[in-house]
């Protein structure tokens, strides 16, 4: 008797135990594309609908070529979302809306270049940059502070900066860490991460995801995951050794063919609109990372304010908007809530 009572007892427990279980907790974000203007409540709806608990805010500074050491931003020449006043204005109304907010200040090279390569070729010209790009961050730190974003993102793709001047990066972080109390992260190009210096200074290891998987025209659900294994392997191995979750501070597709052979290319071509590509690729990536408990979540690459104009059937740019890939990014961001 009182074994088939303990017995009883332990079911009981297990299954109040799985009744309660919580949903796994994800960063279901959206890379938040800059406007002229001020934003209202019907350009938030579509992010709410999305299941989106996150939105990634992007100032831009701009420099004149790959060479130039001095950054100009928050000018009045500037779109409003580029600039402070465009930054709390965006926060203030997603806070209302409950979602969270990382802020990304980026820099933007004229004709845009890859900021990758970046590279000063004189030592006075690396202490303007570093002085002129602390300024940049510094400036959106205090930002970031007074509006109480969630996380802040201290640069974007800037390897050979980092690769040539390590030491001045660990001070920024420093200083930025004086300013800001919210959680800190990098956004590495997919091929930059492992030899970034500072993880261990950081809350997340921040990698813009546009990974080589797959170079056929129309891509299979089967053969992408397949695609994914050797990154997802590295990745999982590099967060365990770091002791620092992973998270996607940029991910995403073209609706076109080809589009995971080289998904960061960002030239305007004519190739073939291809919309299930784009759909399939993101559904391989939700498949195979939001499940694992060393990655913490993404940002959808790229979200435009006025959404019933963005994206459709037609487009063969990243944006999800209007395709099937939004619904996919739905399903996903609904099963994964924070």
């Known amino acids: 008797m009182i074994f088939r009572f303990l017995c009883f007892a332990s079911l009981c427990f297990m299954l109040s135990c799985s009744a309660t279980v919580e949903r796994p907790e994800k960063i279901n974000g959206v890379s938040y594309v800059a406007s002229r203007d001020s934003i209202d409540q019907q350009h938030i709806d579509p992010v709410v609908h999305l299941g989106a608990n996150y939105a990634a805010i992007m100032p831009f500074g701009f ?11 928050n000018s009045d020449r500037q779109w409003f979302g580029e600039t402070e006043k465009g930054v709390k204005q965006y926060v203030e109304i997603l806070h209302r809306n409950q979602i969270k907010v990382m802020l990304k200040p980026q820099i933007w ?34 930002v970031a502070q ?19 001047r390590p030491s001045y ?20 190009n997919w091929n930059e ?10 809350d997340y290891i921040g990698i ?6 797959d170079s056929k025209q129309s891509p299979t659900l089967e053969d992408t995951k397949k695609g994914w294994q050797k990154h997802k392997s590295e990745m999982k191995n590099y967060s365990v050794k770091h002791s620092k979750p992973i998270l996607f501070t940029e991910f995403g597709y073209r609706s076109i063919d080809f589009a995971g052979r ?22 391989a990536l939700f498949e195979e990372f939001w499940h694992q ?8 690459w790229k979200w435009f304010h006025k959404h019933d104009a963005a994206g459709g059937k037609d487009d063969n740019r990243f944006t999800p908007q209007n395709k099937p890939a939004e619904e996919v990014i739905r399903t996903f961001y609904k099963k994964y809530d924070l």
């Open 208 to 213: 813009d995801a546009y990974f080589p998987i």
């Open 293 to 300: 408990d060393w990655f913490a979540g993404g940002f959808v």
């Open 169 to 188: 990066w660990k001070q920024l972080i420093v200083e930025v860490k004086k300013i800001f109390k919210g959680k800190l992260t990098y956004a590495a």
């Open 146 to 164: 007074e509006v109480n974003v969630e996380i802040f993102c201290i640069g974007t793709e800037l390897e050979n900066f980092i690769d040539e």
């Open 262 to 283: 080289a998904p960061w290319t960002v030239d305007r071509v004519d190739k073939q609109v291809n919309l299930e590509a784009q759909a399939i690729l993101t559904q």
């Open 63 to 73: 420099v004149k070529e790959l060479e130039h050491p001095e950054i100009t931003f």
């Open 109 to 142: 090279v004229w004709r845009g270049e890859f900021t990758g390569f970046i590279k000063m070729a004189h030592e006075a010209d690396w202490k303007l940059l570093e002085n002129s790009y602390s300024d940049f961050i510094l400036a959106y730190a205090r």
């Open 193 to 202: 991460y492992e030899r970034t210096p500072f993880w261990d200074d950081l």
